[in-house]
């Protein structure tokens, strides 16, 4: 395929960054900006000036909804965390009651066995001393 045959049909040659329009003169962005006299800083804030209030007034209505979307999906998470934090600071509260009763029922079941065991040796101990007293005789 000749060069001249691939700007008339359209088709993008090996070299080409888009397609080639029949008459077109190729020209890059720079070489347009030096030829006009801008520099790219002039450049890109006429284009930015120009550009936002169309941007703006079309994407507004647009980003308004999503952000408002965004906002209630937010706010919807929000109050699924809120639920969530709620229950377990519920079951931790529960699970914490539940422990210090355990702990309580255990102390108590151990000076209960503590006060058997105490009454049985002093049981032993008075039986010792009536047989030591009867051996005495």
Do not use: F
Not at 27 to 44: C, I
Not at 82 to 89: F, I, M, N, R
Not at 101 to 129: G, H, P, T
């Amino acid at each position: 395929m000749k060069a001249a045959e691939g700007e008339t049909t359209g088709r993008k040659t090996a070299g080409d960054k888009g397609k080639a329009r029949p008459g077109a003169v190729v020209r890059n962005r720079n070489r347009r900006r030096v030829e006009v006299g801008e520099s790219s800083h002039t450049t890109r804030a006429a284009s930015r000036s120009t550009l936002m209030p169309v941007l703006m007034e079309g994407c507004t209505d647009h980003e308004l909804r999503t952000l408002v979307q965004v906002m209630s999906s937010m706010d919807a998470r929000i109050a699924t965390l809120k639920q969530a934090t709620e229950k377990a600071e519920s079951t931790r509260a529960v699970a914490t009651r539940s422990l210090a009763a355990l702990i309580m029922r255990r102390e108590l079941e151990d000076a209960q066995w503590a006060e058997v065991v105490e009454e049985e040796e002093r049981e032993a101990d008075r039986r010792m001393e009536e047989d030591a007293e009867y051996n005495k005789k």
